[in-house]
Structure formats: C-alpha cells, structure tokens
C-alpha cells in the first residue's frame, strides 16, 4: 500500500509540473489525480478436505470487499508482505533445495491485480517450500491444517 501511495504522489507531480501553461497560453483545467486500481484478485481453491474453504472467491483491497471469506485479513496480510518487500505471487526457484513431504492435494490459483502487477500464480502442497509458500498466504490462502 506505502508503494502505490508514492506512486501515485510520483505520477501526480510528475503530471502537475507538466501541466503548467507557456506564458500567454489559456490554462487547461486542473488535471484531475492519477489513481491506482484497488488490489483485486480471483482466488481458487481446490481439494483442501474442507468443503468449506474450496471454491471460487473475488477478493478486493482498498477497501477490503469481496467474496472472500475473511478480506479484511486477507488485505492485511497482502499489505504486511508488500512492506516487507515481498512477493507472495513469486514461485518457488528451481534451483531451492526443499524437503521431500506432502501437505496433501490442496491447490490454489490467484489471478488478478497485486500493487499493480498483473497475477498469475499457482499454489500446491507438494512439498516443504510449496508449503512453506502457502502459510505465507494465508489467510489469502485457507489454513488446510487441521
């Protein structure tokens, strides 16, 4: 959230400081502020046991809405990794030695928007750094413990 706000500022007085009128020229009307779109995401999930948290959810931040059971804290959650610097969206690199266990079958896609970066990202439980991976989202993502 911190990073949108100084893009917006950036982007604002960057239009501002363009917008002055040459001498003699008629002013143009104030330009109105660039805004960013709101964090929106589609998250799905898949065979977490629960019949409850497997589904379809549209979650939005800036105001925290959607269809997503728990948005307020999952909005939180997406703020607290961007202070951090963190992206949650990354995947795990190919080259990161991880334990060979299985946190059973559940798997998640997120689609969307994310501080203005496009999403696409899958999330499984196949192994030790998927599923280190996947409690770093949650509560984007369902807590599948049980």
């Not at 948290?53 to 999952?74: I, N, Q, S």
């Amino acid at each position: 959230m911190l990073r949108r706000l100084v893009l917006t500022a950036t982007v604002t007085a960057a239009a501002l400081a363009g917008a002055v009128p040459a001498a003699g020229a008629t002013p143009l009307p104030f330009p109105l502020p660039l805004l960013s779109a709101p964090d929106r995401l589609t998250v799905i999930v898949s065979d977490t046991g629960n019949t409850r948290t497997d589904g379809r959810y549209e979650l939005t931040c800036d105001p925290a809405g959607g269809t997503h059971p728990a948005a307020v804290k999952a909005c939180a959650r997406l703020d607290e990794l961007a202070q951090e610097d963190r992206n949650p969206f990354a995947p795990v690199p190919e080259d990161q030695m991880c334990t060979m266990q299985s946190g059973g079958p559940a798997t998640a896609r997120v689609t969307g928007t994310w501080q203005g970066q496009r999403v696409d990202a899958t999330f499984n439980r196949a192994n030790g750094c998927e599923i280190s991976r996947w409690r770093t989202m949650e509560p984007v993502l369902p807590n599948t413990r049980s």
